[in-house]
């Protein structure tokens, strides 16, 4: 069976890269699948974001793009997004993402057989980091850290969509809401920072208490699985 796969991107003052970018996610997102949507949305952009886009949309039919007058912070365009989304599983990745796209097939293969599946940079562990302080495990200064992304069944972000706040990061949502996922550690050259589509950084708060169990897996190598072993009292649904 071929799964539908739905990017939910914004965007914010990136008129001299956007192009260029959205190309290529497509032509990555076009090689997982043959039902593929690009949901494109301007967050109040005051440079030329908007005009490339709205040509980028007459160009290529796969790409949707709505437009925002003034900025609405990054948890509402993707909340429009995932409303206009038709695809079985999304694909967003968090402000200030560093990640290449080009080892999204990784996630892909693992996104049939598990709801959420997340991607993250070698290195770039559960504690937070500060800005400034690269390493060789993490060179862009902890910056990678925070900018996961993700595929997740379109029921699993609309069960969530109400809880996504700008203060607090993906995972530790999934950890409040007692919901496993598969995640990939990738070590691929990351994307400059004038690639970033939304390059906006959000400090993540480190985690009170690790309600988790990473188990190392021997095949395939390099991929952990986190197993929710109680749910927190915080939110119910």
Not at 132 to 157: C, E, I, K
Not at 180 to 189: K, M
Not at 198 to 215: A, H
Request: net charge neutral.
């Amino acid at each position: 069976m071929c799964l539908s796969l739905s990017a939910l991107v914004p965007v914010r003052n990136v008129q001299a890269v956007v192009e260029p970018a959205l190309r290529r996610l497509l032509e990555i997102l076009a090689e997982l699948t043959r039902a593929v949507e690009l949901i494109v949305l301007d967050d109040g952009s005051t440079d030329a974001t908007g005009e490339v886009l709205s040509e980028m949309a007459v160009q290529y039919p796969q790409i949707k793009v709505f437009h925002f007058g003034r900025p609405r912070g990054w948890v509402e365009a993707l909340r429009t997004g995932l409303a206009e989304a038709r695809g079985q599983i999304l694909f967003f990745e968090e402000p200030g993402c560093l990640l290449p796209w080009n080892q999204l097939p990784l996630l892909w293969n693992a996104a049939a057989k598990h709801l959420v599946v997340v991607g993250r940079s070698a290195g770039a562990g559960w504690q937070a980091h500060s800005h400034g302080t690269g390493s060789a495990d993490d060179p862009s200064g902890g910056v990678a850290g925070r900018g996961t992304y993700q595929l997740v069944h379109r029921s699993v972000l609309f069960r969530l969509a109400s809880r996504l706040t700008e203060g607090i990061s993906f995972r530790q949502l999934l950890l409040q809401e007692g919901i496993a996922w598969q995640e990939r550690i990738l070590s691929g050259r990351l994307r400059p920072e004038n690639e970033i589509l939304y390059p906006i950084l959000y400090p993540t708060e480190p985690f009170s208490c690790r309600t988790d169990l990473p188990q190392q897996q021997t095949n395939p190598p390099n991929y952990l699985v986190h197993l929710v072993k109680e749910k927190p009292s915080v939110f119910s649904l």
